[in-house]
């Protein structure tokens, strides 16, 4: 029976993991969640969980009553969730959000765990550092986004080099049809919004700015090792097409599937094997028509920033994410405006680079740790300048 632990099981991917694996026969070993202890304990308790932690130590006492007589153990905090980790598990799911996520995945890799990784700030911050990692230890990493599922689904039994480029998708989020004066009144509430994926919060509001579709640019570069050139976004409202990859010959190979990821997170578990998944087929006819245009990059200045990381290199993704993270903080607080965070990110990213604080040979965990508060420090300090 395969051993599997879900990291971040208490959000909208880790739920639908738990959703799946519930379906199957499957050992879970952990589960790790943040504040909802409600839902980490019943989900725990349902799968018959080894462990269950959540991310806060002042959440110990209500989970550890949650799941009194059940056997599950209860952990919290930063140890717990390494030690976690540190478990054996045949696949482990990644979708703890934010940089929190990459200290548990390199442990996981670590144990030559196969790692599912929807968590994509440890493929922007630390890209060559988690690879390496995967390689040293005789790991593999399957992604979980569903543009680079997609990617992946469409290479197999192809040569990279046989490969020109690189399109993934975007749906533009949920202000793609406002007019360009009205982004900058844009509230977190309107942003939060999206017109065909159920999501948090905080990546509904990536996907209002196109920050997230500017770190999976970058996954794609880091994961596959394709020229920034070569790789590109287009806006696909219907979100059917997760990405197409175009051929030496001419051929363009696409991905589609209904909005749901399922699709993508049942591939990564159920691989190298394909077997049935609880979602919808498509009707193409019933569909009839599928709609592509080029983004606006007036409207969506994440892009060209996450071209601009791609080619600086070195540290150059650790400061593009605290930053993004840092101004969707701000943003969520109302403290600078939707229109705000593309700025403030291209500041904090030029002024590290000024200071010399983006070059690096060899990345190490400590270096991408150091950079990214020292990246949060800068953003919180442009802001109440940008603000004042």
């Known amino acids: 029976m395969k051993k599997v632990s879900v990291f971040g099981a208490t959000g909208s991917i880790g739920q639908s993991t738990l959703d799946l694996i519930g379906r199957g026969s499957f050992d879970v070993v952990a589960l790790t969640g943040g504040a909802n202890i409600v839902q980490l304990a019943a989900d725990a308790r349902r799968l018959h969980a ?34 976690a980790a540190d478990r054996p598990a045949d696949w482990v799911m990644s979708a703890i959000v934010g940089s929190a996520g990459l200290v548990p995945g390199l442990r996981a890799l670590r144990h030559g765990t196969t790692l599912a990784l929807a968590n994509k700030e440890s493929l922007v911050c630390a890209g060559p550092l988690l690879m390496a990692e995967a390689r040293a230890h005789g790991a593999t990493i399957l992604p979980v986004d569903s543009e680079h599922s997609a990617v992946f689904q469409a290479l197999v039994g192809e040569e990279m080099g046989a ?50 579709k ?5 996954e794609t570069h880091e994961f596959f090792g394709t020229a920034p050139e070569r790789i590109q976004a287009v806006i696909h409202p219907q979100s059917l097409v ?19 990821m ?70 969520m607080a109302r403290m600078i405006r939707f229109t705000d965070m593309a700025p403030l990110v291209e500041t904090v990213l030029d002024r590290l680079e000024a200071q010399g604080r983006l070059e690096a040979d060899t990345i190490t965990l400590d270096m991408v740790l150091e950079t990214d508060g020292l990246a949060r420090v800068t953003a919180r300090e442009a802001a109440t300048r940008m603000t004042a």
């Open 50 to 83: 080894d462990v269950a932690v959540t991310a806060f130590p002042d959440k110990l006492d209500e989970l550890r009553a949650a799941l009194a007589g059940s056997g599950v153990e209860a952990a919290a905090g930063q140890a717990a969730l390494e030690d």
């Open 163 to 212: 490969v020109e480029g690189i399109t993934i998708t975007a749906s533009g989020g949920g202000l793609r049809d406002w007019p360009l004066e009205r982004l900058r009144d844009a509230t977190p509430e309107q942003a939060g919004t999206h017109p065909n994926w159920d999501m948090g919060q905080r990546i509904t509001i990536d996907s209002a700015s196109m920050f997230n």
């Open 214 to 218: 500017a770190m999976e640019l970058i």
């Open 242 to 260: 997760h990405a197409l990859v175009q051929f030496r010959d001419g051929a363009l190979m696409a991905h589609l599937g209904a909005a749901d």
């Open 262 to 331: 399922r699709h993508a997170i049942g591939y990564a578990l159920n691989w190298p094997e394909r077997l049935d998944l609880p979602v919808s087929r498509l009707d193409l006819a019933e569909v009839a028509t599928l709609e592509f245009r080029k983004p606006d990059l007036e409207r969506y200045p994440a892009l060209s920033l996450a071209h601009a990381v791609m080619g600086r290199g070195g540290l150059a993704g650790a400061v593009f994410n605290a930053a993004k993270e840092a101004a969707l903080d701000l943003f």
